[in-house]
């Protein structure tokens, strides 16, 4: 038999699909040659009259190429069909989030940190071009018009490229003329989105299609306890794998050098290893859980008050009370975590689809011990993140340089996750839980919530926490400073030690904090025999959350649905964004929701690509819904994760998707996050569907959690 040798670019291209869409071939690439024309870290204008973009974020599906490119494109007044990207080098003083100090990206921070920043080089880029047409024709500068590209004075006309070369010379205006939002033209619409078409074909390169001359590849056992270390390995079963080069430990497990992905597979599933678990965690997600409810009853550190709670609560006519409970959640991005590193003097090459890219590239150069100045970040697409290729201790970046350590580096190494590696590998979204009471007057007013958060802190320790701050506020985001105003409020939290490694994931602590608000406020609400809508409308602070709140009700037609199914309705503000959802619902297989429609209503300020920020809302919700229902990472006895692939970590199959109907608001306030706000009120609108449709509250997630699996209606 022969064996079949392909790759994804082979099997796209020869699959015999026909799209049917124009689009460019303009995906981004490494810095170009020198262009004609700089004027600043973001615009290069080349000869053959293409405008590339420095993108200093990294794509990961989360749209920032097309989005920051429109933003410059706009202010240049350039053809879409010229633009192009290109990544950034590991450079922070020209290419920092102006959000964190450094390059990162996270915090749905994308456009809003670079809008300012890169209206100010299209603009200026634009003024440049102007002025080097008014001296070659020597007319004045007020006098020429620019659209589309094309630089024009009566019957005389030039491109960018044509112009380039004299721009170059003109002075760089300090503070440019920016235009008027009635003067875009590319803002605001539409625009084809820049990697589409090299996507959709294979062309687009990932740092698993990276080859290098000689180069191999490593994959990692990990212990299979948190914190656990190498003790001894056997690996002669592992070297009589053909194709298996070496075998080395390294501070983070056991490596396996193959000269490809399927050698080095197979040898490690050949290792013998001997593991020193004595300093581990060792406690199984029960037990944390059964600490972590016990100190749920103590008021911890208060993170905010107003009025009185405990006084509010005692004097309510009707109270009730919830305990919530969040598991582990694994990020599960499709391309599991990976990186190329080739050695040579004096530095490194360096392939990744970095988060951190001057974190993750100096990272590399301190394992190796070169200067930061030698080394060369390629920066790749990625697919995927959710928040975990961000980490404070650039994990995996260490984890590749140590490998390509341990074999001398004299050869490049491709080290990469296998998804038993992403699943059992921590940095999840931690464990909490929720002690909630709440409660209304005579006449159905609420008049005291009271809650209390209990978890681990995944920032404190890091350069992302102030040692000077009262408490960690990403494990209460959304319940402090909270959409509503209540009369008497109080939040409180305890933090947790845990030997999971935890981190950041797709919209941070208002994954968990958004269902605790708005699925207690709702029961909150009918307790009081208010209508969810109005009673909302009535507490809400902003004008805005409420703009959006009308928006989603007007869209969806209210929350009456047709017979055996229910509608549930959410509100979250998040990462300066306003998004509310009504999802509509009815009982599904093995008695889970299943969710037939979701209607979104969002204001994320200016809509730089009104496509892109449909298309993160409805991504936000699929992923949203997924881990809510089906969803979490465990622990068994002596702490080893249960899950280690997609048959046991579930996630939300296609024909389970809902069709979801996206309302944008319109906005002239500048941009704010959309990469993760669209996230938090899909589980709670859902889970508010069901508490109407079957009577049945749901606490403790996933859906598909036995507990919530018993007779629908066991409570009210």
Known sequence: MTALETDRRKFLAGSGLAIGLILPMRGARAMASEPTFAPNAFVRVLPDNTVSVVIKHVEFGQGPATGLATIVADEMDADWGQVRVEFAPANDPLYKNLAFG??????????????????????????????????????????????????????????????????????????????????????????TKVDSLIKSTGAAQFTMDVKRPNMLVSVIEHPPAFGGKVKSFDDKAALAVPGVVAVKAIPQGVVVYGRDTYAAMKGRAALSVDWDVSQAETRSTEKMLSDYLAQAGNPGTQCEANGDAAKGLAGAARTIEATYIFPFLAHAPMETLDAVIEPRAGGADFWCGSQFQVGDTRAVAGVLGVPFEGMALHEQYAGGSFGRRATPDMGHAVESAEAVKALGGTRPVKHMWTRENDLAGGRYRPLMVHKVRGGVDAKGAIVAIDIVTTGQSFMIGTPFYNPKDPFDESMTEGLTKAAYAFPNYRVGVNVMKNGVPTLWWRSVGNTHTAYVMETFLDRLIALGGQDPIAARLAMMKEDRSRAVLRRVAELAGGLTAKAGRARGLAFHKSFGSYVAQIAEVSVGAGGLPK??????????????????????????????????????????????????????????????????????????????????????????????????????????????????????????
């Not at 620019?146 to 760089?172: D, I, Q, Y």
């Not at 209607?599 to 993160?616: E, F, H, K, S, T």
């Not at 899950?643 to 809902?658: H, W």
């Not at 938090?680 to 508010?688: D, E, K, R, S, T």
């Open 102 to 191: 450094t390059m990162g990206t996270g915090g749905s921070t994308a456009i809003a940190n670079s809008w300012m920043q890169l209206r100010n080089a299209g603009a200026a880029a634009r003024a440049m071009l102007v002025a080097a047409a008014a001296k070659t024709w020597s007319v004045p500068a007020g006098e020429i018009n620019v659209a589309r590209g094309v630089v024009s004075h009566g019957a005389r006309k030039a491109t960018f490229g044509e112009l380039a070369a004299v721009a170059a010379t003109m002075p760089v205006p300090e503070k440019p003329v920016l235009k008027t939002p009635d003067q875009w033209t590319l803002i605001g619409t539409d625009v």
């Open 595 to 716: 969710v037939h429609k979701v209607w979104a209503a969002v204001d994320c300020g200016v809509a730089v690509n009104p496509n892109v920020i449909r298309a993160q809302v409805e991504g936000g919700i699929g992923y949203g819904l997924g881990h809510a229902l089906y969803a979490e990472i465990t622990l068994g006895e002596s702490g080893v994760v249960q899950q280690s692939n997609f048959d046991t970590y579930r996630s939300l199959r296609i024909g389970e998707m809902p069709d979801v109907e996206v309302a944008i608001v319109k906005s002239n306030v500048e941009p704010t996050g959309i990469g993760e706000p669209g996230l938090p009120p899909a589980a709670p609108a859902v889970a508010n569907a069901w508490r109407r449709l079957t009577g049945k509250v749901v606490d403790r997630l996933p859906f598909a959690h036995p507990s919530n699996l018993a007779v629908l209606g066991e409570k009210a």
